[in-house]
Structure formats: structure tokens, C-alpha cells
């Protein structure tokens, strides 16, 4: 309990972005998160991304059920959630979390702000698959050089 409120909390089986820029098998340290649950690393495969959210493209799921992420949060969003966070997002997660594991250097990439995501997502949703923005920080959980 915290501040008066049960917690909820649950093991997630998160999803892998196998872009071709991410380290490979076992050095790749979204291979040794996602393996905890998901099975055996492929040696040659890469394993750039690890996503934990909602995002359609690469949803979570809870570990015990297979339930979905967002399914798990739409029951009671407000208890998962917070009022305040539901009242704003509409009950969605409002971030995606990811870890990732590079073994080459990334393009760069410009994200649309708030509203523009909103209005791209409406209009073409095909193509902008959330209708989120973007703000990004990068925590290095391991030596990294970049830029």
C-alpha cells in the first residue's frame, strides 16, 4: 500500500524489436531481459529493443495470464493509473518504456510534439500508430559511446 492506495503491480513479458542495428545474442542485454520469460537467446539473432507499454506495434502482456498490457489496465485504469494520469491519457499508458541494446550507430529521429502526434494519428493512422508524442531520455545501463 502507498499513501492510502493498493499498488498493482505485474511481471510482464515485454516484446523485442530485432533491428538490425542491436548487439547480437547473448551480448545484448535486451536478450538477457527478455530470455528471464521468453525463452532461449538465438546466438545470431539481434536484439535492439526492448518494449514495455502498450504501443500496438510491440504490446506487453502480463507474465501469469498472456493478457495484455492494455487489457490489464482498461479493467480498472484508474486503480492502475491514478486519477489523474486516467483523466489525461484516457486510461492508456502514457509512455513506452524501452531498453536498448546497440552495437551500431542510429539514425537520428524527429519526433512530432503533442498535438501534432494527435492529429497525424487521426488522420493516418496506418502510418503514425500512436497518437503520442515522443519525449525521449536515454540512462546508459552499461559503457556506451555515442554522438
Not at 53 to 62: I, K, Q, R, W, Y
Not at 86 to 115: C, M, N, W
Amino acid at each position: 500500500e502507498y499513501m492510502g492506495t493498493s499498488l498493482v503491480m505485474w511481471q510482464l513479458r515485454c516484446g523485442v524489436q530485432q533491428y538490425a542495428w542491436g548487439k547480437r545474442g547473448a551480448s545484448s542485454k535486451v536478450a538477457q531481459f527478455a530470455s528471464e520469460l521468453s525463452g532461449p537467446i538465438s546466438a545470431d539473432a539481434p536484439y535492439a529493443e526492448l518494449w514495455m507499454g502498450t504501443h500496438p506495434t510491440c504490446p506487453s502482456v502480463l507474465a501469469h495470464s498472456g493478457q495484455s498490457l492494455s487489457a490489464a489496465i482498461a479493467v480498472d485504469p484508474v486503480r492502475v493509473l491514478g486519477g489523474d494520469v486516467t483523466a489525461r491519457f484516457g486510461g492508456d499508458l502514457p509512455f513506452l518504456f524501452k531498453t536498448l541494446s546497440v552495437a551500431a550507430a542510429l539514425s537520428i529521429q524527429a519526433h512530432p510534439d503533442a498535438e501534432r502526434a494527435a492529429r497525424l494519428h487521426a488522420e493516418r493512422p496506418d502510418v503514425y500508430r500512436d497518437g503520442n508524442h515522443k519525449p525521449e531520455v536515454a540512462i546508459a545501463l552499461s559503457p556506451v559511446r555515442a554522438l
